[in-house]
């Protein structure tokens, strides 16, 4: 009735031009995203904890599993391989805007924190063949990534680079003015003293060496909202402390975090990009 699915003949169905998307081997697949959002991990807090998470201010997953969302991942290895696919199909649910719609050639290297697999930096190294990437993330992910891209060969996977780091700890210092660090819906995750501590140690990886830091997010209306951005608003809240914000409340997390906005790019498709430079 939605238009998912095709029915051919009485009770006979097959997929459709909307539901091919579902498939494991559609190269523009959201299938992990869909099973996340709809396993039970991520189901309970919705049906079970919504309205006390409301009224307590607690994220309502960790009312269902007495832990945050990164602490049961990693205690969850399968729900952790399937949330790290989920991560990596945002072109697939976003579009490719990230990639196309900023001029990445002038930098050298990428240094993706929070990057999962990669797939976002694949997605401009394919663009920009003088581009290397270095993906920052959780030990465990770190090693499901190099996993899958041995089994995975793809063109420009040899410019691509994994680490291990906290991004609240410290992540890899930049080398120059080349560099980037690519924080991609990280920052929407964590309450406003999360980011602010995001910011700073991404702000001491900087350092003196001219390197810039690009955040893609969305940025919602200062007034009233639309339907996507609330919807990933409640996402946030339900999942962890995170929050989508406007225009303002990033430029004072970014200031507070020891950097400014030097440049806004909207992207064509879901998001924009913000550069950013020591302040």
Not at 223 to 247: H, K, N, P, W, Y
Request: aromatic share 8%; hydrophobic share 40%.
């Amino acid at each position: 009735a939605m238009g998912i699915f095709e029915e051919t003949a009485p009770m006979v169905f097959r997929n459709n031009k909307l539901s091919r998307y579902l498939g494991r081997d559609e190269p523009q697949s959201v299938r992990a995203t869909i099973l996340m959002h709809n396993s039970e991990a991520m189901s309970r807090p919705w049906f079970e904890q919504l309205e006390a998470g409301i009224r307590s201010g607690t994220p309502p997953f960790r009312l269902s599993h007495d832990q945050d969302l990164f602490g049961y991942l990693d205690c969850h290895a399968d729900f952790d391989r399937l949330f790290s696919e989920a991560m990596d199909s945002v072109e697939s649910l976003a579009g490719d805007g990230f990639a196309t719609d900023m001029d990445w050639s002038r930098f050298d290297r990428i240094i993706d924190v929070g990057g999962s697999r990669g797939s976002k930096a694949m997605a401009i190294l394919k663009r920009h063949p003088k581009l290397s990437a270095l993906v920052v993330d959780r030990p465990q992910v770190v090693t499901e990534a190099q996993r899958y891209w041995a089994h995975h060969p793809t063109a420009g996977a040899d410019r691509l680079r994994f680490q291990a780091a906290d991004l609240f700890a410290a992540i890899p210092p930049a080398t120059g003015p080349g560099d980037i660090y690519l924080l991609s819906a990280v920052l929407h995750g964590f309450d406003d003293a999360d980011c602010i501590r995001a910011l700073q140690r991404t702000r001491e990886a900087i350092g003196s060496s001219g390197a810039r830091a690009a955040i893609l997010e969305m940025v919602v209306p200062e007034r009233g909202a639309d339907i996507a951005s609330a919807s990933f608003d409640m996402q946030m809240f339900v999942g962890c402390r995170g929050r989508e914000r406007t225009l303002s409340e990033w430029k004072a997390l970014i200031q507070a975090g020891g950097l400014m906005l030097e440049e806004l790019v909207r992207l064509r498709s879901l998001g924009s990009i913000l550069v950013l430079r020591p302040g």
